[in-house]
């Protein structure tokens, strides 16, 4: 199976910031890389997929970059709200493999 | 509007067996292949199994593989999870969720989840 490995674990940030998580995957996977927001007690919520291309109705601080093995998520200007846990997951192959997921924490 | 609805979760002991469903609306089912994704407390997301629209290609986790068995019912708009030797590390939250099915595929919807304890 790929594995998918996200850094850093955690982080600390205030209110507009850049903030920028990577994902790594043990294998190319073309741009078959999404990334999901999860908020406490919610289901995960699509953010990025392909890589790069936005989900309908995600703002336009989001964006996402990278093919192969590595990928970033970048937040332009951190707002309260995004807050959360971040997980990127790959689709190249049919088991579905997602990161150890980032905590973005305020500081 | 889509909908996911996921059921059948509780608390189980170790080794018995439980059928997790998941009832869609809103949309055509049998467009689509559809996956569930458990994620056990405090900890990440982790994919367990998928199933085509026709039920013609499934694929499931190692960590599943030969106790879990998917399902559906595309005349109920219905998924299924039959888990089977149940143990203490399949406690998780257990979502249905829709693959887009198209391009880069990911997923779209989610399920509210439904929780599945195994303990003695």
């Known amino acids: 199976d790929i594995q998918m490995t996200q850094s850093p674990s955690s982080l600390s940030a205030s209110v507009g910031d850049r903030v920028t998580i990577t994902c790594r995957a043990s294998q190319s996977i073309a741009s078959y890389l999404n990334w999901y927001q999860q908020k406490p007690g919610k289901a995960p919520n699509l953010l990025i997929y392909?890589?790069?291309s936005l989900q309908s109705g995600v703002p336009s601080r989001f964006s996402g970059s990278g093919s192969g093995t590595v990928f970033t998520l970048t937040i332009s200007s951190l707002q309260p709200e995004d807050f959360a846990t971040y997980y990127c997951?790959?689709?190249?192959?049919?088991?579905?493999?997602f990161g150890q997921g980032t905590k973005v924490e305020i500081k | 509007e889509v909908q996911l609805v996921d059921s059948g979760g509780g608390l189980v002991q170790p080794g018995r067996s439980l059928r997790l469903s998941c009832v869609a609306s809103?949309?055509?089912?049998?467009?689509?292949?559809m996956h569930w994704v458990r994620q056990a407390p405090g900890k990440g997301l982790e994919w367990v199994s998928s199933i085509s629209w026709n039920s013609g290609t499934i694929d499931y986790a190692d960590s599943v593989k030969a106790r879990f068995t998917i399902s559906r019912d595309n005349a109920k708009s219905s998924l299924f999870l039959q888990m089977n030797g149940l143990r203490t590390e399949d406690t998780a939250l257990y979502y249905c969720v829709r693959d887009n099915g198209q391009g880069i595929r990911h997923i779209d919807y989610w399920g509210q989840g439904t929780l599945v304890t195994v303990s003695s």
């Open positions: 997951q790959q689709s190249y192959r049919t088991r579905w493999t």
């Open positions: 809103g949309f055509t089912f049998d467009d689509y292949a």
């Open positions: 392909g890589a790069s």
